[in-house]
């Protein structure tokens, strides 16, 4: 159970990580706005990285959606698509598919479990 939800939770991670970085790219770009060539420089570079990043997550994310199809109950795939492709939190995954979030624990974990069979078959 422990490597496919440590692959699923890398993934997350990577997304939400990538996007930090890029509202920190925006923020920098507007407050040094006019400034020197050599910020220019740093930027593009940094654009360079972001870019090597998004191509690296695509691949982390088509493997994972890859992994997530052998989940029989669609249900289940679309909670763990929500939740480790998309960084909704359960919170708001519970609200969009109408459940209590109290019930979505339940649904997430029944999730959880069930790319975990699939993973080690």
Request: net charge neutral; glycine share 2%; hydrophobic share 40%.
């Amino acid at each position: 159970m422990g490597e496919v939800i440590t692959e699923l939770k890398k993934v997350r991670n990577a997304q939400r990580l990538l996007n930090a970085h890029k509202a920190r790219c925006r923020v920098a770009k507007l407050r040094l706005r006019n400034s020197d060539e050599q910020h220019d420089k740093y930027f593009e570079e940094y654009d360079k990285k972001i870019t090597l990043l998004q191509e690296q997550l695509v691949q982390a994310i088509r493997s994972t959606e890859e992994m997530l199809s052998n989940v029989e109950d669609e249900e289940k795939r679309l909670i763990l698509q929500l939740y480790f492709v998309d960084c909704y939190t359960i919170e708001e995954i519970a609200e969009i598919m109408g459940y209590s979030v109290r019930q979505m624990f339940r649904q997430y974990k029944a999730a959880k479990a069930a790319v975990s069979e699939v993973g080690t078959m």
